[in-house]
Protein backbone atom coordinates (compact mmCIF):
# COMPACT_ATOMS: atom_id res chain seq x y z
CA UNK A 1 0.00 0.00 0.00
CA UNK A 2 1.51 3.44 -0.98
CA UNK A 3 1.43 6.24 1.22
CA UNK A 4 2.66 9.86 1.09
CA UNK A 5 1.94 11.71 4.60
CA UNK A 6 2.43 15.24 4.92
CA UNK A 7 3.39 17.20 7.54
CA UNK A 8 4.70 20.85 9.13
CA UNK A 9 1.60 22.90 8.19
CA UNK A 10 -0.19 25.15 9.75
CA UNK A 11 -0.79 29.04 9.94
CA UNK A 12 2.34 31.42 9.84
CA UNK A 13 2.30 35.31 9.34
CA UNK A 14 3.77 36.75 6.80
CA UNK A 15 7.57 36.88 6.45
CA UNK A 16 7.45 33.60 8.37
CA UNK A 17 8.62 30.09 7.76
CA UNK A 18 7.56 26.46 7.32
CA UNK A 19 9.04 23.21 6.83
CA UNK A 20 6.89 20.69 5.09
CA UNK A 21 7.62 17.09 5.29
CA UNK A 22 6.16 14.17 3.32
CA UNK A 23 7.00 10.28 3.87
CA UNK A 24 6.51 7.99 1.20
CA UNK A 25 6.24 4.09 1.86
CA UNK A 26 5.36 1.49 0.16
CA UNK A 27 7.45 2.91 -3.39
CA UNK A 28 11.09 2.54 -4.00
CA UNK A 29 11.58 6.16 -3.11
CA UNK A 30 15.07 6.69 -5.24
CA UNK A 31 13.24 6.18 -8.63
CA UNK A 32 10.36 8.80 -8.05
CA UNK A 33 10.50 12.39 -9.31
CA UNK A 34 8.81 14.40 -5.75
CA UNK A 35 7.17 17.43 -6.24
CA UNK A 36 4.53 19.68 -4.16
CA UNK A 37 2.03 21.42 -5.80
CA UNK A 38 -0.72 23.78 -3.83
CA UNK A 39 -4.64 24.64 -4.14
CA UNK A 40 -5.83 27.59 -3.56
CA UNK A 41 -9.93 28.12 -3.08
CA UNK A 42 -11.07 28.71 -6.24
CA UNK A 43 -7.57 28.12 -8.29
CA UNK A 44 -6.26 24.79 -9.99
CA UNK A 45 -3.74 23.22 -8.32
CA UNK A 46 -0.07 24.10 -9.24
CA UNK A 47 3.64 22.58 -9.19
CA UNK A 48 5.73 24.53 -6.58
CA UNK A 49 9.06 22.43 -6.79
CA UNK A 50 10.22 19.35 -7.76
CA UNK A 51 13.21 17.01 -7.81
CA UNK A 52 13.81 14.17 -9.75
CA UNK A 53 15.94 11.15 -8.59
CA UNK A 54 19.28 12.81 -9.80
CA UNK A 55 18.64 15.94 -7.85
CA UNK A 56 17.55 18.27 -10.75
CA UNK A 57 15.24 20.71 -9.07
CA UNK A 58 12.49 23.11 -10.40
CA UNK A 59 10.74 25.80 -9.23
CA UNK A 60 7.99 27.65 -10.00
CA UNK A 61 8.69 31.62 -10.28
CA UNK A 62 6.36 32.44 -7.65
CA UNK A 63 8.23 31.31 -5.06
CA UNK A 64 11.91 30.95 -6.58
CA UNK A 65 14.40 32.45 -3.69
CA UNK A 66 12.26 31.33 -0.86
CA UNK A 67 11.26 28.20 -1.18
CA UNK A 68 14.23 24.97 -1.37
CA UNK A 69 13.02 21.87 -2.18
CA UNK A 70 15.01 18.56 -0.46
CA UNK A 71 15.46 15.17 -0.43
CA UNK A 72 16.56 12.35 2.10
CA UNK A 73 16.56 8.89 0.00
CA UNK A 74 17.58 7.26 3.52
CA UNK A 75 14.14 8.34 4.71
CA UNK A 76 12.01 8.58 2.14
CA UNK A 77 11.00 11.83 2.62
CA UNK A 78 10.77 14.97 0.57
CA UNK A 79 11.09 18.68 2.47
CA UNK A 80 9.93 21.98 0.93
CA UNK A 81 11.62 24.88 3.47
CA UNK A 82 9.34 27.94 3.05
CA UNK A 83 10.31 30.89 3.47
CA UNK A 84 9.58 34.75 3.44
CA UNK A 85 5.58 33.20 3.35
CA UNK A 86 3.05 35.61 1.90
CA UNK A 87 -0.80 35.45 2.65
CA UNK A 88 -0.76 34.30 -1.92
CA UNK A 89 0.94 31.03 -0.69
CA UNK A 90 -1.91 30.00 1.41
CA UNK A 91 -3.46 26.91 0.27
CA UNK A 92 -3.44 22.83 0.38
CA UNK A 93 -0.05 21.49 -0.41
CA UNK A 94 0.31 18.27 -1.93
CA UNK A 95 3.28 15.87 -2.27
CA UNK A 96 3.31 14.00 -5.24
CA UNK A 97 5.71 11.63 -6.53
CA UNK A 98 5.84 10.25 -10.29
CA UNK A 99 7.44 7.81 -12.20
CA UNK A 100 7.23 6.61 -15.62
CA UNK A 101 4.31 4.21 -15.18
CA UNK A 102 2.73 5.57 -11.10
CA UNK A 103 1.75 8.65 -10.15
CA UNK A 104 0.69 9.37 -6.06
CA UNK A 105 -0.35 12.21 -3.65
CA UNK A 106 -0.76 12.79 -0.63
CA UNK A 107 -3.76 13.62 1.01
CA UNK A 108 -2.44 17.36 1.65
CA UNK A 109 -2.06 19.85 4.38
CA UNK A 110 -3.31 23.45 5.00
CA UNK A 111 -0.98 26.35 5.07
CA UNK A 112 -2.15 29.68 5.97
CA UNK A 113 -0.16 32.76 5.76
CA UNK A 114 -2.22 35.66 7.96
CA UNK A 115 -1.78 38.00 10.57
Known amino acids: QVRLVESGGGLVQPGGSLRLSCEAS????????MGWYRQAPGKERELVASITPGGTISYADSVKGRFTISRDNTKNTVYLQMNSLKPEDTAVYYC?????????WGQGIQVTVSS
Open 96 to 104: NANSLFHTY
Open 26 to 33: GITFSIYT
